[in-house]
């Protein structure tokens, strides 16, 4: 199989994607957000259109190659990196449909998912010969339809709350008045 250039796209967004989180301590939260809002619909667009067909179901498996731990210490730089606006209410959840009280989630916690998934698929891929690579695509564009691309949608839409509307940004204006 050779690799089409959407194929080739999308390995190198989930691996930029992967190196961003894995540097949330050493950016500003603003470059951050920024970076997630250009490289989150560009990886949800090159993940919709992998041509990636198996034939035997059975290959089409990613090992976890994330440890908890690794996954623990992502969010927590990510969330502190957000503060107070790592807390989004979630419209989309199955349990809104039975309750009248809002129900909170967590950029970080959306990133790390995403995170979780892209880092084993990076690190499936990364020794892989092209012709190899077959499977992980058909799993990694699996897993983006049954999972992956909701949590990726919900984040994009709290960053984009967070980058135009964020309270940072209330506080800014503030303290603007008072000089």
């Keep these: 199989m050779n690799l089409t250039p959407n194929?080739?796209?999308?390995?190198?967004?989930?691996n930029e994607y992967c190196q961003v989180m894995e540097r949330t301590r050493e950016t500003?939260?603003?470059?951050?957000?920024?970076?997630?809002?250009?490289?989150l619909p560009r990886i949800y667009m090159a993940a919709t259109d992998l041509d990636a067909t198996v034939i035997?179901?059975?290959?089409?498996?990613?090992?976890s190659f994330l440890e908890e731990e690794?996954?623990?210490?992502?969010?927590?730089?990510?969330?502190?990196?957000?503060?107070?606006?790592?807390?989004?209410?979630?419209?989309?959840?199955?349990?809104?449909?039975?309750s009248d009280t809002p129900i909170a989630a967590s950029i970080a916690e959306g990133l790390c998912d995403?995170?979780?998934?892209?880092y084993n698929f990076i690190s499936t891929v990364?020794?892989?010969a092209p012709e190899e690579m077959a499977a992980p695509l058909a799993a990694v564009k699996d897993?983006?339809?049954?999972?992956?691309?909701?949590?990726?949608?919900?984040?994009?839409?709290?960053?984009?709350?967070?980058?135009y509307n964020?309270?940072?940004?209330?506080e800014d204006d503030a303290t603007d008045m008072v000089d």
């Design 143 to 163: 897993d983006f339809g049954a999972y992956w691309s909701r949590p990726l949608c919900n984040v994009l839409r709290a960053l984009n709350h967070v980058r």
């Design 70 to 98: 690794y996954y623990e210490s992502v969010r927590r730089n990510v969330e502190t990196l957000l503060g107070p606006d790592d807390v989004y209410l979630e419209v989309f959840e199955e349990d809104m449909k039975y």
């Design 126 to 128: 990364r020794e892989l």
């Design 28 to 39: 500003s939260r603003e470059e951050f957000v920024r970076t997630m809002l250009k490289l």
């Design 114 to 118: 995403i995170f979780q998934v892209l």
């Design 166 to 170: 964020s309270s940072e940004d209330e």
């Design 7 to 14: 194929a080739l796209s999308f390995i190198a967004l989930t």
């Design 56 to 63: 035997d179901d059975d290959d089409s498996y990613i090992p």
